[in-house]
């Protein structure tokens, strides 16, 4: 019988640091841990995501620099991505499903 137990929480990766010193994101810093990445704070990768800056930007009313500077919870983009494509799917609006099923993919 085992007298140890362990229990890891969602945080547990926050203990390791990739090449550039940065840890693993969370759901409530994604944005402000990935845009501090050269990467994904470069212009060639924020045009491949725009979809998504501008979804944010529309419902959120946050700009790329605000998503760099303050938590946002990573969450709450997919909830309501998702809200409003079962509203698409059940409206049959087509085009707007696909828009959204595009932005939740990037």
Not at 75 to 90: C, H, M, S, V
């Amino acid at each position: 019988m085992v007298d140890t137990v362990y229990v890891l929480g969602a945080g547990v990766n926050q203990c390791v640091e990739a090449w550039e010193g940065l840890r693993p994101p969370l759901a409530t810093n994604f944005f402000k841990a990935a845009l501090q990445s050269e990467k994904f704070s470069g212009e060639h990768y924020s045009q491949k995501i725009a979809p998504v800056y501008e979804f944010i930007h529309r419902y959120y009313k946050k700009t790329k620099n605000q998503l760099q500077a303050e938590p946002f919870d990573l969450e709450e983009i997919f909830t309501l991505l998702e809200q409003q494509q079962r509203d698409a799917q059940r409206k049959n609006k087509q085009v707007r499903l696909a828009e959204l099923a595009r932005t939740e993919f990037l």
